[in-house]
């Protein structure tokens, strides 16, 4: 025995999980906890929980876009896309409960016409209910804020791999429709190699509410 001392338990600065004070990363968002001091790790309150915007090209191999790839589901597209193309095909998504209200907000790609959007696993987490539904808003003008215009639902989701693909369902007024959207494909990730450019879209709340 050692007199009784307690190694305590911190808490991640970003989505407020409780880890183990030996952890490196956070088991829910995949936020580094290491060098981020006592103060911030054990910080609490629930942040803006910022999805993934374009990382679709890198993930090609995860498993639940492969297996959606592979299914036939998501479509291909061999052509690679103007930067216009990509900023029309970024979405916000916003967590609301049940009178509307923000719970949090992230982003995501488009990645078929039909409304399959690519996302990160925390960004739809309901696995504590903590909202009712899935808002998205889509990009008109790269430098207006995204309009919120559909509802969606979680298709498929990893949370070990941090990924999601949601389905736009309806409109906000959870009206059936279909839809015919700007997206990028899926890319090879075997195709990249270091040193590669990679460009990154989304909202990522500072500076603003635009792409």
């Known amino acids: 025995m050692d007199g009784g001392s307690v190694i305590p338990d911190i808490r991640c600065s970003s989505c407020g999980t409780k880890l183990p004070a030996d952890s490196d990363f ?10 981020l001091g006592e103060e911030a790790a054990q910080r609490r309150g629930r942040l803006v929980r910022l999805g993934l915007a374009l990382a679709a090209p890198v993930m090609a191999a ?36 049940s009178d509307g209200s923000l719970v949090w907000a992230g982003c995501g790609t488009i990645i078929s016409a039909d409304g399959l959007v690519l996302t990160a696993a925390h960004v739809i987490d309901d696995r504590q209910a903590e909202y009712e539904t899935l808002q998205v808003g889509v990009v008109s003008e790269p430098d207006r804020p995204p309009e919120p215009r559909y509802i969606a639902e979680v298709t498929a989701v990893d949370y070990t ?24 494909s899926i890319g090879d990730s075997d195709a ?20």
């Open 26 to 35: 956070c088991d829910r968002c995949g936020a580094p906890l290491r060098g």
């Open 62 to 97: 995860g498993g639940v876009v492969l297996a959606l790839w592979v299914a036939g589901i998501i479509p291909p597209s061999p052509s690679e896309p103007s930067v216009p193309e990509l900023t029309e095909s970024v979405v916000q998504i916003v967590a609301q409960d």
């Open 161 to 184: 791999l941090d990924l999601a693909v949601i389905r736009i369902v309806s409109d906000l007024d959870g009206i059936p429709v279909e839809v015919d959207l700007p997206y990028v």
């Open 192 to 211: 990249m190699e270091i040193g590669d450019h990679v460009r990154i879209l989304g909202f990522p709340e500072i500076g603003g509410q635009t792409v």
